[in-house]
């Protein structure tokens, strides 16, 4: 029997992502997990992963973004530093829904081969596996136009309120 998800408890600033998000079709999902500032949007990517709606090219791009060449070094997550164990576990958690299918088909595509190479220093104990290694073939996006006038890897207008959000709480 699967354990049944715990519901995410975003915080209110990062909900204005979230909302945006579910809005957005995959083509916009494949550019915010290209370009979203990773320090910030871990939650965001947890939400996308657990929403039922992220595809195949997607979940592959964010595997790669979050590092997964970094987290081969650990055979286990109480290896890991505690900083990074909320994106190991996302890690870890794409890299198994990927090889059991659970992401969307879709005519995206992701090629991961100039990622391949990531933290080539880092000694491998547990390597990533040859599914998550292959280019989904697939229509490529337009990043270039799906993020014009974004701001630190957010759309300006969703920026301009986490911002807004922020100086109103700084000044409180």
């Known amino acids: 029997m699967a354990r049944k998800a715990k519901p995410l408890v975003l915080d209110p600033a990062l909900q204005i992502t979230v909302d945006w998000l579910e809005e957005q079709p995959q083509d916009m999902w494949l550019a915010f997990v290209e370009n979203t500032n990773y ?3 871990v939650d965001a990517l947890r939400w996308m992963v657990r929403s039922g709606k992220c ?3 997607v979940a592959l791009a964010m595997y790669w ?3 997964a060449g970094y987290y081969v070094q650990y055979a286990a997550r109480s290896e890991v530093p505690a900083h990074a164990q909320l994106t190991y576990n996302l890690v870890k958690k794409i890299e198994r829904m990927f090889l059991a299918g659970e992401f969307a088909e879709s005519d995206l595509g992701y090629d991961p ?3 391949l190479g990531d933290y080539a ?3 491998v104990v547990t390597p990533i596996p040859e599914e998550l290694k292959r280019p989904i073939p697939g229509r490529q996006i337009d990043e270039f136009a799906l993020t014009q006038g974004w701001i630190n890897g957010l759309p300006a207008f969703v920026y301009d309120e986490l911002d807004a959000r922020e100086q109103g709480s700084a000044e409180a």
């Open 55 to 57: 595809d195949r090219a």
């Open 121 to 123: 220093d880092v000694p």
């Open 113 to 115: 081969t100039g990622r």
């Open 39 to 41: 320090d910030f949007a």
């Open 65 to 67: 973004n979050l590092a």
